[in-house]
């Protein structure tokens, strides 16, 4: 099939002009793919911003509903549980005798209101009405009803109402100086006989006014309805109090029923219920979702005319400057790819391209020698960070050894100090000579022993040492710190010293022709994700794994393949790291990287 394509495209092509084809294959592989990819991304976009923005104006209703739920059952609350007060029923149902009965109960009533009253913000009025003839009315929180002016009517008749009304707590609007709501429940025992009235006056602003000013910056309106479909509260406040069926929401509002939403007309209409069978119900005008989606076609217009004209400017540069004489230097560079520096490309031209085949001709010259230097220069970088890795001593080891010594010295006496100063001694001589990184390993072992006398001084008879070395096995050669670490690590994070029973082995062994380290501990172990990171030779986690890498490097650049870090280990079990390099009777030197 591929053949039968390029012999049918050659053959289609062959009369044309390579710029011919040039521009045929711009047209094919540039232009209708950035057109198709731009219509394509043009309307994923516009549906993604529509999508975007209609989950945002829901989200923005739902938090409103939330937020005017909780307020709404804050204030419910208050009326419910003075409504439902035993003590209160008690004292408007009983008949007096005399006006001291009437006092004890005025300032019972005072006492325990006049605070709850307080308990929300807004609150500017609380009554408790009654019609009880033997108790009279302070005017402070007990009244009766009479011929004055409360909310919409008389307090005469506002009490009927609610007595006569079968719903216990009703919401209205009180007209006034400002925007204000009125709460009236019914004070009833629980038979449901009842025995007065509860009016709360709350301000509009610290209620519902700041939920419903300015929704959806300014791009939409909010409506909160209560369970007769008559508007409690709005962002035009000229509609506080109609019944829905007189507002212009009255033909959205049969369309749409319970939680549901609608877009007509460039608007976005949803109705959310809340508790006591009150909704929430938000429209929203689409232009702000318009002007985007009208950005994001010119943006995208833009930029696909952009990158076709910038394409366009680079096939012109690409047809004024293609030469057959590259495919030349194309097989020379191969060659060299492959590792054959003695070529050349015949140029007899001085135009630009002749110089670029004369200055090819002197790089494939100088190439060998560079790789070269560039070789040996990786080689010695190598081997200055190794050194340089050597002279880095814990400095919380320092400090915590100089410690022990102050301390020991103060408290048990010279000979502590003098072991500890002797193990020291032995452990900086050893770590802080750098004339050369490969040792005898029975000065490794010394180093690794000091190590853990000084371990053994910081936390005695904690931890079992046990040694397992071949009786050749010392005199033989090794790289420099590859022992010392490992045991390091068992301390600081297998946390040897924390575990009972503990015990580290090192085992050194000799099988052929080759020298095995084992160092096994009872420690913490670690988890199976951390042992593959450092099986892969990462970072395994903070100042974690990153010495056994140094060990992996140094171990393939001394010995290549042969040198080999292996590590077993479970949580709570214990570690198993394993060292293998070759048996080496004179000094090992750094292999040269092919």
Do not use: C
Request: no cysteine; hydrophobic share 40%.
């Amino acid at each position: 099939m591929r053949r039968w394509i390029e012999r049918n495209t050659i053959r289609l092509t062959r009369r044309m002009s390579l710029r011919g084809k040039i521009v045929l294959l711009y047209g094919l592989i540039v232009v209708i793919p950035t057109i198709i990819l731009g219509v394509g991304a043009g309307y994923l976009a516009l549906q993604n911003v529509r999508d975007n923005y209609i989950v945002t104006i829901n989200e923005a209703v739902r938090q409103t509903t939330q937020s005017v739920e909780f307020r709404k059952q804050s204030y419910d609350l208050l009326a419910n549980r003075t409504g439902t007060d035993g003590e209160l029923i008690s004292r408007l149902s009983r008949t007096y005798t005399s006006f001291t009965e009437q006092l004890e109960s005025v300032n019972y009533i005072d006492r325990s209101f006049q605070v709850m009253s307080r308990y929300l913000p807004g609150i500017e009025n609380f009554r408790i009405y009654h019609d009880n003839p033997t108790l009279t009315e302070d005017g402070g929180l007990l009244w009766k009803p009479s011929g004055r002016l409360l909310n919409h009517t008389d307090e005469k008749s506002w009490y009927d109402s609610v007595m006569a009304s079968p719903i216990a707590l009703q919401w209205s609007d009180a007209p006034g100086e400002h925007a204000q709501l009125a709460v009236s429940r019914k004070i009833t025992n629980a038979t449901g006989y009842t025995y007065g009235a509860i009016y709360m006056l709350l301000d509009y602003n610290s209620v519902f006014g700041e939920l419903m000013d300015r929704p959806f910056k300014g791009s939409g309106s909010l409506f909160l309805l209560d369970e007769n479909d008559r508007i409690i509260a709005a962002s035009d406040r000229s509609l506080i109090g109609k019944p829905v069926g007189e507002t212009a929401l009255s033909k959205l509002w049969t369309s749409v029923k319970e939680d549901a939403s609608r877009t007509n007309n460039g608007e976005y209409f949803t109705v959310r219920h809340i508790n006591g069978e009150w909704k929430v119900a938000a429209l929203i005008q689409m232009r702000q979702m318009e002007k985007q989606s009208a950005f994001i076609v010119y943006s995208i217009v833009a930029i696909t005319v952009f990158f076709l004209f910038f394409s366009l400017f680079l096939v012109r540069i690409v047809l004024k400057n293609i030469v057959f004489r590259i495919r030349k230097l194309g097989h020379r560079m191969s060659d060299i790819a492959e590792g054959d520096f003695d070529v050349s490309v015949q140029s007899k031209s001085t135009d630009e391209l002749g110089d670029l085949e004369l200055m090819f001709n002197q790089m494939a010259g100088k190439l060998g020698s560079v790789i070269e230097m560039l070789s040996s220069a990786k080689l010695e970088e190598k081997e200055s960070s190794f050194r340089a890795l050597q002279a880095q001593i814990n400095p919380h080891f320092i400090y915590n050894s100089l410690s022990l010594l102050q301390w020991r010295a103060l408290d048990q006496g010279d000979h502590t100090q003098v072991e500890t100063i002797e193990a020291l001694t032995t452990f900086y001589r050893f770590a802080l000579d750098n004339t050369s990184n490969v040792t005898l390993i029975h000065n490794e072992l010394e180093h690794v022993k000091a190590y853990l006398d000084i371990q053994q001084l910081r936390y005695p008879e904690r931890v079992r040492i046990e040694w397992d070395i071949d009786e050749d096995v010392p005199e033989l050669y090794s790289i420099k710190l590859i022992l010392q670490p490992i045991v390091e690590n068992a301390y600081i994070h297998g946390k040897i010293f924390t575990r009972p029973h503990a015990y580290i082995v090192i085992r050194v062994k000799r099988f052929n022709n080759q020298v095995r380290y084992e160092v096994m501990d009872n420690g913490t172990g670690m988890d199976s994700k951390t042992l593959e990171r450092i099986q892969n030779g990462e970072k395994a986690g903070k100042g974690n794994g990153f010495g056994l890498r140094n060990i992996r490097e140094r171990l393939h650049l001394y010995f290549g393949e042969a040198g080999k870090l292996h590590v077993e280990s479970s949580p709570d079990t214990g570690t198993l790291i394993r060292i293998t390099m070759p048996v080496y009777t004179h000094k090992p030197h750094i292999q040269r990287e092919g």
